[in-house]
């Protein structure tokens, strides 16, 4: 359980009790900033996607709230005054249930997210707007596919059996898909440019699919596509929920210092 600590009201220095839906690197960052914040009582929240995850510095629950009125309940029953929601921008549903739930609690929500990446000279990007689309769009590209999408979705290639692909998350898909030519490396970011050029001449890749998450976690690998002439199939971010933006760690700070 978590700690309840009180709630102050009544101006300049009460203390807000903060929910950050975690599980990338800004979260963790955020983390570290508010451990010990005299001001903001903070605690993380982990969907338990990934069977090792980092844990951060900070009061930690593991598993979802059950829906949107779950998340809503549990925000009225802990006295959450603030939500981060600094999940995958890819994490559509957690956040969808976070704009919905924090409107029905009355609880301020704001998505910490990381920018997009935007294609440069020498990119040679292919923009589709889902996994189905990205399968189909192998069509007609090379025969050595990098799939650098994480483990939920990889079953969508089942579309395109007759590639081969190279599959690298940190966790193993389950199930695992039917695809005949498969390779699985398990490995966790942040990746270099020269580990991710090695990786990619030494497996013979002729194309990227990945999807534009933003960061600097994983970004490497779209450098070494652009050095090596590598076509990448980019599925793009999903729609939003109308929630503000924040994109560092300063600002979350300063809103959630902001907060009451």
Request: with cysteine.
């Amino acid at each position: 359980m978590l700690s309840m600590a009180p709630i102050l009201t009544g101006g300049e220095g009460e203390l807000v009790k903060a929910l950050i839906l975690g599980g990338t690197t800004e979260a963790t960052a955020l983390a570290k900033r508010l451990a010990g914040h005299p001001r903001i009582d903070a605690r993380v929240s982990l969907a338990g996607r990934t069977k090792n995850p980092v844990l951060p510095p900070l009061p930690t629950r593991i598993g979802g709230f059950g829906g949107v009125e779950g998340l809503a309940e549990y925000l009225r029953a802990e006295g959450i005054g603030a939500v981060i929601d600094a999940t995958h921008p890819f994490a559509a549903q957690i956040s969808a249930n976070a704009a919905a739930a924090c409107a029905r609690a009355g609880v301020p929500l704001r998505l910490l997210t990381r920018p997009a990446w935007a294609a440069g000279a020498g990119d040679r990007w292919i923009g589709v707007p889902d996994m189905a689309a990205a399968a189909l769009a192998l069509r007609g590209l090379g025969d050595t596919v990098f799939l650098t999408i994480g483990r939920q979705e990889v079953a969508a290639f089942e579309a395109m059996p007759d590639k081969r692909y190279l599959i690298r998350a940190v966790d193993p898909p389950e199930p695992m898909p039917a695809l005949p030519r498969m390779s699985l490396i398990l490995d966790r970011g942040p990746f270099t440019v020269e580990g991710e050029l090695a990786l990619m001449r030494g497996e013979g890749v002729e194309v990227v699919v990945s999807k534009n998450s933003g960061g600097r976690a994983t970004d490497a690998k779209l450098e070494a596509a652009r050095r090596l002439g590598l076509p990448v199939v980019m599925v793009e971010r999903p729609s939003g929920n109308g929630v503000a933006e924040l994109h560092d760690v300063d600002t979350a700070v300063r809103w959630l210092e902001g907060v009451g």
